[in-house]
C-alpha cells in the first residue's frame, strides 16, 4: 500500500523561505504526476504545484500566484518530490498536501508565515 509521507512546514516571517518534501512508500506508476496543494482557513483547497513524469523528464505547473517564487523538483530513484518556496507572503499560509496521481494524498504539512 503506498503511503505519501510530507515534511518541513513550519513558522517563517514574510519574505522567508521553506522548503517542503514529500516521500512516496511502495511501489508506484513509473509516469505519473506529483503535486502540492494547500488549504488555508476557511478556503477550499488548491493546487499550488504539480510535476509529471514524462519520457524523457518532466513537465511541471504552477499556480499563478506562486509562479517565480515557489519550485517544485521530483526524485524518481527516491520517489520523492520536493517544493522550494521563497519570498513567502502571509496569504501563502495553510496546510500543504502532497498528491500522488490525483488520487492519494499525505497527512499535510502546516506552513504559517507571519507578517
Known amino acids: 500500500q503506498v503511503q505519501l509521507v510530507e515534511s518541513g512546514g513550519g513558522l517563517v516571517q514574510a519574505g522567508g523561505s521553506l522548503r517542503l518534501s514529500c516521500a512516496a512508500s511502495?511501489?508506484?506508476?513509473?509516469?505519473?504526476?506529483m503535486a502540492w496543494y494547500r488549504q488555508a482557513p476557511g478556503k477550499q483547497r488548491e493546487l499550488v504545484a504539480s510535476?509529471?513524469?514524462?519520457?524523457?523528464?518532466?513537465?511541471?505547473n504552477y499556480a499563478d500566484s506562486v509562479k517565480g517564487r515557489f519550485t517544485i523538483s521530483r526524485d524518481n530513484a527516491k520517489n520523492t518530490v520536493t517544493l522550494e518556496m521563497n519570498s513567502l507572503n502571509p496569504e501563502d499560509t495553510g496546510v500543504y498536501y502532497c498528491?500522488?496521481?490525483?488520487?492519494?494524498w499525505g497527512q499535510g504539512t502546516l506552513v504559517t508565515v507571519s507578517s
Open positions: 511502495g511501489t508506484i506508476p513509473r509516469f505519473n504526476t
Open positions: 498528491n500522488l496521481s490525483g488520487r492519494l
Open positions: 510535476i509529471t513524469r514524462v519520457a524523457g523528464g518532466s513537465r511541471t
